[in-house]
Structures are given as C-alpha cells and as structure tokens.
C-alpha cells in the first residue's frame, strides 16, 4: 500500500470483528513500527504494555471507563518513563519532549495498523493512575495512550477535516 493511501485510510474504530485474531506477528510488527520514531536525544522513553487476556482486558476497561475496548482482541498500552528525559532536558525533556516521542510512536502503531490490514483507535482520555494500576505499571511509568486493535467490523466514511487555510499561516 503506497504511504498517502495509508494515511487516507486512517480511522478511528470502534468495533472490532471477533472472529478474526491479531497474531503476535502483527503485534511485533507494530511494535517495531513504533520503536522507530522519532525520539529526543535518542532516548526512547516509551514502554509497551500488551493486554491480550478477556480478564486482563476487562480491567483495563473498567479503568478506562470504556466498555467497547474490550472488544478488540489486543490493546497497547503506550507508557512513558519520563526520567531519562529529565536527566537529560530537565522539564522541557520530561513534560514536553517525553511525551512527544510516545506520541510519535502511537502515531506509528495506528498507520502500521492500516498497512497490514488491521484497525486501532487512540484513546487519550482515561484517568491514567487506575489504567497504570489496571495493567501493573509503577509510577512514575505512566500510560499515554491506549490503543485497541483488531478487525474493523465497521465502514466510516473520512471524517471532515478543517481546511488548512484556517489551520496555517505563512511567514
């Protein structure tokens, strides 16, 4: 699939179809999609935590207060370690670049998702205390994102994107 049809074909989705699994060659796949983000100074401070079991990812839902989660048959939760970043950048490095490079890699695992056939949907917005509890992550490794993935069992037409005239200005 040529890359500008991949980002064509990006959506969020929602509903998964359960009779078709994600293998764990697919879940490396994106992994190392994600490993090869951007990063400042090279410190990599994201941390991948995947929830392939029903009960592991019904706590995770309840944490996340986000029943249809469940539906996917592998979430990954994208953390970050912010101390190395720290050490490094001092603030900027812990509460700005930390987070910019586990987001570039999320963008990663969504985009590798569609090249390989596979759906997903960034989820930002959960308390991330009781989702780092419901997978056993310990402060200050703190989840960014969760991600679930599978089939799409749905068809979503492109969502209406706001026109770049508003969006850019040129110097």
């Known amino acids: 699939m040529e890359f500008s049809e991949v980002l064509d074909k990006r959506r969020s989705v929602r509903h998964f179809n359960t009779k078709l699994a994600v293998t764990d060659e697919d879940v490396n796949v994106l992994l190392q999609a994600a490993t090869t983000a951007p990063t400042a100074g090279n410190i990599q401070p994201w941390r991948f935590y995947v929830v392939r079991t029903l009960e592991a990812r019904e706590r995770l839902a309840d944490a996340l207060s986000q029943r249809w989660a469940t539906g996917a048959p592998v979430v990954i939760v994208v953390c970050v370690d912010p101390r190395p970043c ?7 490095g812990e509460y700005l670049y930390s987070i910019q490079d586990t987001a570039a890699a999320v963008e990663n695992i969504l985009l590798t998702a569609v090249d390989r056939g596979l759906a997903a949907c960034w989820i930002g917005a959960f308390d991330d205390r009781a989702v780092g509890e419901a997978i ?36």
């Open 136 to 171: 056993g992550a310990a402060r200050p490794i703190t989840p960014v994102a969760v991600i679930p993935v599978g089939h799409s069992a749905e068809s979503s037409a492109k969502p209406a994107r706001r026109p770049l005239d508003e969006l850019t200005t040129w110097l």
């Open 86 to 92: 720290a050490a490094r950048y001092g603030d900027r």
